[in-house]
């Protein structure tokens, strides 16, 4: 099942909570809260491109399955790490935030963002 696709965000569930605990300023938290991100997807074969875009704020990764990348995270620090494909999930862990990626149904993505005991999810549709 290909993750290929732009996907927009739906819903999402402890926004404020997870953006605090990775250290995102209040202004910011605010701001980003109500946006619908676009996330889009190019995948060819165990490469991958992933592009979000929050309002005026773009983060791209590209990364090989299974090969140490420099991956972006959300505070925009770049970091080293392996992403794993499970089925249909992507897996990495970022600076001690687990990121699950599923595609579910082929039209539906769930991310799920693990830090501690705070989870963030969310969840978007294929456009």
Do not use: W
Not at 8 to 27: C, I, R, Y
Not at 43 to 52: A, R
Not at 99 to 114: K, R
């Amino acid at each position: 099942m290909s993750f290929s696709g732009k996907y927009q965000l739906e819903s999402q569930e402890n926004f404020e909570a997870f953006m605090k605990a990775v250290g995102l300023p209040d202004e910011l938290i605010q701001k980003g809260k109500d946006i619908k991100s676009v996330s889009e997807i190019e995948q060819t074969g165990d490469n991958f491109k992933i592009t979000v875009t929050t309002g005026s704020k773009v983060l791209l990764n590209s990364f090989q399955i299974g090969k140490e990348s420099e991956l972006e995270t959300l505070t925009g620090e770049k970091v080293k790490s392996t992403v794993q494909l499970d089925g249909n999930k992507l897996k990495v862990c970022l600076k001690g935030i687990e990121s699950v990626t599923e595609l579910v149904a082929g039209n539906t993505l769930v991310n799920t963002l693990t830090l501690g005991s705070i989870v963030y999810k969310r969840t978007s549709k294929r456009m």
